[in-house]
């Protein structure tokens, strides 16, 4: 039986590696903590072989005695034998080289529990002295680990996968009663100590730790991606579980960062995520400082993270959220894109199925989430000049964009290839449901948009922002419309002109609120100023009369010197 820290022997031990912090008055910092460097020259297949049976001794198979009476023991066997500190320390550096003669003797050692146990003790203590050996602070480090080992929390395919054991951990993993093959609540998976490496021994649960050296180089890490992808796989067969809640829960996603950002594997945390890892962890490591911090200098594995990450939130089938846990992750990872220069939505095909597109595309303009709108650009369904699937009056979803004011949904649309001249069912073009003067001086201006463009009645835009009254549209057609003369001058199938639409706008304003027949004060104003042309009668009067009884009607004393205020401000906006 195990000797336990308090001094009694019990059947099963309680504590793990994992779940139990260093007493902080004994901590090590971690910048200190340096592994043992191996021999300067490579060793042999047979100096290996002769490291892993000199740790098959006979000698060794045996159940660690009481705290003191095993350190005792240990010394005595040392100076007896001074290669086993050596073998238990660097045959793991050298085994893979050698594999196809050391490794059946690699499995031996995994076979024999104490053997086995003895070994990663030694391993730690030479290792990690400062943490596990006689000399430091504290002994409740190596005392912990005594006690997973001794419970199995803590078995060969842990470490293997910790080690990057790679030959003898997919094996290990394919045991039916391979250790963890059903996950056990307070012990770390497989996956936990592959993603962690060797710092499993140094950092283990500890933030605190793991932000002292997550953002440093670990080339390992790479070696170890086999087996990453073996355990990810093994996780979606039920085979062998991770942690997805609590502590670790959070811990896992932030090591899966981690090894996504080391080793250029964007595909790494969203698979963690999808098997059932922490949301809410990964939308508070995307809003915290840790995204920016540790983000690689490359910006185009920042996109693909990010946008690996959105392909889980477009598919339902692949990540079922809650609509607050999918609308957080969604706004976190457009803010991260926001902050992080460089970073854009990446190209690659959107792994989504042909219903889930359409749902995403109608949730994205629902939403007025462009960065799914952009990702979602990418899916071989998409076509720019489809018809919108909630937009108004068959309209394409150009015409959704503009009339909504998505601005950035109607550049990336006609970056995309939208058609400006696509008409709908009234014969308008996307630029004749323009609302604002962002959208409008976008289409205009980047993309060449006609405003002579005319509906089934003629009517153009100037008609359109005449008949309704509409300041700022009208604004800045006035100072920046290079066809504003022949557009003035354009007529409908009932022969008016804007200025026409705008005196009958006028005289139906008469009787409005002030806040309308000041626009239509406003409005006359400006396409008077223009030398807009008009017919001689407007609904049985002179068009004189009918100008005259509009600006007439400024609403209350004063407001008209307020009016000409507002116009000469708007004016010297649009000629900005």
């Not at 602070?137 to 912990?144: H, R, T």
């Not at 396409?527 to 009607?553: R, T």
Request: overall charge negative.
């Amino acid at each position: 039986m195990a000797e336990t820290k308090n001094g009694e022997r019990e059947p099963r031990l309680e504590s793990n590696l994992v779940n139990h912090d260093f007493d902080p008055r004994s901590a090590v910092p971690t910048s200190e903590i340096r592994p043992a460097e191996p021999p300067a020259e490579r060793p042999s297949a047979n100096i290996v072989a002769a490291w892993l049976r000199i740790l098959l001794d006979p000698a060794m198979n045996r159940e660690p005695e009481e705290f003191y009476l095993e350190r005792n023991l240990l010394r005595q066997y040392r100076e007896a034998h001074p290669e086993y500190s050596t073998a238990a320390r660097c045959w793991p550096l050298h085994a893979l080289q050698h594999w196809d003669t050391v490794g059946h003797i690699v499995k031996q050692l995994f076979a024999c529990q104490f053997n086995f146990m003895q070994w990663a003790l030694e391993y730690a203590r030479e290792t990690y002295p400062e943490i596990y050996g006689p000399q430091s602070p504290s002994n409740d480090a190596i005392l912990d680990l005594t006690d997973v080992l001794y419970d199995g929390t803590f078995s060969p395919l842990h470490i293997s996968a910790a080690l990057g054991l790679e030959p003898a951990c997919l094996e290990l993993m394919e045991k039916p009663e391979a250790p963890g093959v059903m996950f056990r609540e307070r012990a770390a998976s497989p996956l936990f100590c592959s993603l962690a490496g060797p710092q499993i021994f140094t950092c283990r649960m500890s933030m605190e730790k793991w932000h002292q050296v997550i953002h440093r180089q670990y080339p390992e890490l790479q070696s170890r991606l086999p087996v990453i992808r073996k355990l990810l796989e093994l996780h979606r067969q039920k085979r062998i579980l991770y942690e997805s809640t609590g502590r670790k829960g959070r811990l896992l996603m932030f090591l899966a960062f981690r090894a996504t950002v080391l080793t250029g594997d964007y595909s790494l945390l969203k698979f963690v995520l999808q098997g059932g890892g922490d949301v809410r962890a990964v939308i508070d490591l995307i809003n915290d400082d840790e995204f920016s911090y540790y983000q690689p200098a490359d910006s185009t594995i920042t996109s693909k993270i990010l946008s690996s990450i959105l392909d889980l939130v477009l598919a339902p089938s692949k990540l079922n959220l809650v609509e607050r846990d999918r609308q957080a992750l969604i706004d976190a990872i457009q803010d991260a894109f926001l902050l992080n220069a460089g970073a854009r939505v990446t190209s690659g095909q959107v792994d989504i199925t042909d219903a889930e597109f359409q749902e995403a595309l109608k949730d994205a303009f629902l939403d007025d989430s462009i960065i799914c709108f952009r990702r979602l650009i990418h899916h071989p369904s998409f076509d720019p000049d489809a018809v919108s699937p909630t937009g108004p009056g068959n309209g394409t979803l150009l015409h959704h964009a503009v009339c909504d004011g998505l601005v950035e949904f109607a550049d990336a649309i006609v970056e995309a290839g939208g058609n400006l001249d696509a008409r709908d069912h009234m014969g308008r073009t996307p630029l004749l449901l323009c609302n604002d003067t962002e959208t409008l001086a976008m289409l205009v201006k980047e993309h060449g948009a006609k405003t002579t463009a005319v509906d089934h009645e003629g009517r153009n835009i100037w008609h359109y922002a005449a008949s309704t009254n509409d300041v700022p549209i009208l604004m800045w057609l006035a100072g920046h419309d290079s066809c504003k003369l022949e557009n003035l001058k354009a007529t409908t199938k009932q022969d008016a002109t804007p200025m026409d639409l705008a005196m009958r706008s006028g005289l139906e304003s008469l009787d409005a609120n002030d806040k309308t027949r000041l626009d239509a004060t406003i409005v006359l104003q400006v396409l008077l100023s223009n030398d807009a042309p008009h017919a001689e009668e407007v609904d049985g009067m002179s068009a004189e009369v009918a100008i005259s009884k509009i600006l007439k009607s400024q609403p209350r004393p004063g407001t008209e010197s307020q009016g000409l205020s507002i116009m000469g401000n708007l004016l010297r906006d649009s000629f900005a």
